[in-house]
């Protein structure tokens, strides 16, 4: 009897060799890629994707490090009041589509200038028709539906608004993806001092702080018009950019996920990820575990026009392999201000789901071409 119990005690003891942060993985590097697990050492062999890229520029500096790192991208156009227009955007990723049919697909999306026109809708459908015709795989939504435009008696358009229905029911119909950035991280409506990743950023631009704007709308109005547009077309494919906007709390964005099943997210908020992972890393694991066909890896990586293309190839190439490592190893890695962490070390079949098989789900990339 005391045996016994001595046994269970020590079965206690155990850690759930999955769970567990083990030793560093270093010598994992080496080890054969063909076990449950990748290891660093895979990075450069396994087949991956990057679903949220902006290519400003004619340069081809960042395909060339794709195709060395294994990886294809979706370029995603779209409608920011600053740096590369929408059109210019647009034709770049038509010239690099040209060139590289087989690494990228990309993504257009749709001006709202002229919202207030009665045509709007329909010249908006005829624009994403060419669109269309000229290679786009999906459609981007952005922030500024949410937080900047305007009706003509000055009432802010949001999401679930009954014109883009109309929008929306003919991607339906045509079965083109929408990818929505609705909203912002809920920092920007917290002030400074309860701010996770952004203080630096919201402390220079006051401006786009919207604590310090109550007559915006808030940060509930707007996951509140993204749910609600989602209601409305459960039949419509979306990817919620940023983790949905949700990035705070991976409790809340299980519940849309359970409620929206056409509905993924992208994972762009990776120090979040890896605070969650620092205050609960079986919570965090078993979630991505749970929801592997609906989580898809991306950076929000800009390109732009370089003089120093090795800078660029570098930057691009070490933080594509950090986010590796913490995804497939359990190594010890540091999150400046907040601490040190395990990697998540996902068995290797969540990993192929959300570094390849979803995103090429997603865009209804059929082919089995690795890219090169
Ligand atoms: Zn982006």
Known sequence: MILRTLFIFVLLLLPFPDL????????????SSSGMFYTLGDFGKAPKFDIHIHINTPQEYFMAVSRKDNFRFLDIVDDRPFGVPMKEQQR???????ANPNLMRFATTFPVDDWNQPHWVDSTIARLSRSFEAGAKAVKIWKNIGMDLRDSSGTFIMVDNPRIDTVLQFLEKRKIPLIG??????DCWLPLDKMTFNQGY???????????????????????ARDHMLEKHPALQFMGA???SLEWSLEELAKRLEAFPNMR?????????????????DYTRQFFIKYQDRLIYGTDNAINTTEAPDELKKA??????????FFTTDNRINLPEYGNLYGLKLPREVVDKIYLKNALAFLG????ESGK
Not at 181 to 186: A, L
Not at 365 to 368: H, P, V
């Open 92 to 98: 770049l990723a038509i010239i690099h589509l040209k």
């Open 265 to 281: 997210v992208d994972l762009t908020r990776i120090p979040n990820l890896k605070l969650h992972t620092l205050k609960n890393r």
């Open 316 to 325: 691009v190439h070490e933080k594509w392999e950090r986010d590796w490592e």
């Open 181 to 186: 950035h609705n909203g912002e991280p809920r």
């Open 242 to 244: 940023h983790l949905g």
């Open 20 to 31: 567990a942060p083990g030793p560093s993985c270093e010598v994992g590097g080496k080890e």
């Open 365 to 368: 990339w059929t082919d089995s």
């Open 202 to 224: 919201y402390s220079a631009h006051p401006e786009y702080h919207m604590y310090l704007h109550p007559e915006y709308p808030s940060y509930e109005d707007q996951i509140r």
